[in-house]
């Protein structure tokens, strides 16, 4: 059975700092990976996603992320955080049609 | 942009009650699914629906829990003699084909509190 692991719990930055969040995932086969934002009161939204190719992924809002396949890897990282990026976001892996979700990272940014 | 949509957005009901929730796939969707997020915890996997049938199912969808698509635009998740601890955010999701990139999009989930 396929899981996914986010280490950062909780995480608080400034404004302007940079992020990076953790994701690792396990599963012996073919993989799509993705990041999923939730506002707060609001609902799941998709952030990037990685099916194939290019293992640097640009997403909405100046998001990005690296498959890194040696590692199960896929970090979600931003350059410059802004105070409208306070959010949990849930790393996600869809094998056989079913989507596994990581505990999710709440961060909080600092204006 | 097409949505998934839900409803209703909360319900509130008396343990051992049945609820019946309601979500509307996007239109050339195929395979549905239900997740549900209890507060403060992960979103976990209940069950996807394919070609009129359960294509998989997690340990938490029992017998409690049931999925139908009545007609062709409805997917609904019955939960008959909810517990205290069926109180959770429920989302629906769909995905197009095999082979389109299978990215499930979510509603906006149905609040649901078991008293």
């Known amino acids: 059975a396929q899981s996914v692991s986010q280490h950062n719990h909780h995480v608080i930055l400034s404004e302007a700092a940079s992020l990076e969040l953790g994701c690792n995932y396990s599963?012996?086969?073919?993989?799509?990976l993705f990041w999923y934002v939730q506002y707060p009161g609001q609902h799941l939204q998709l952030l990037l996603k990685y099916f194939s190719g290019d293992p640097l992924v640009k997403g909405i809002k100046g998001f990005e992320a690296e498959f890194i396949k040696s590692k199960f890897s896929f970090n979600l990282r931003k350059p410059s955080v802004q105070w409208s990026d306070t959010a949990e976001y849930f790393c996600a892996v869809n094998a056989r049609q079913k989507v596994t979700f990581g505990t999710g990272t709440k961060l909080q940014v600092i204006p | 942009e097409p949505e998934v949509t839900q409803t209703p957005s909360h319900q509130v009901t008396q343990m051992g009650q049945e609820v019946i929730l309601r979500c509307v796939p996007i239109s050339n969707h195929l395979y549905f699914y239900w997740y549900r997020q209890i507060l403060g915890q992960k979103v976990e996997f209940l069950v996807s629906?394919?070609?009129?049938?359960?294509?998989?199912k997690s340990e938490i969808f029992d017998d409690q829990f049931s999925v139908e698509r009545p007609d062709g635009s409805n997917f609904t998740l019955k939960i008959r003699s909810t517990k205290l601890e069926d109180s959770a955010m429920y989302f629906c999701?769909?995905?197009?084909?095999?082979?389109?990139?299978?990215?499930?999009?979510f509603g906006p989930g149905t609040r649901l509190l078991v008293l």
């Open positions: 599963y012996g086969g073919t993989v799509n």
């Open positions: 629906f394919y070609n009129n049938e359960i294509s998989e």
């Open positions: 999701a769909s995905s197009p084909p095999p082979g389109q990139k299978e990215t499930q999009y």
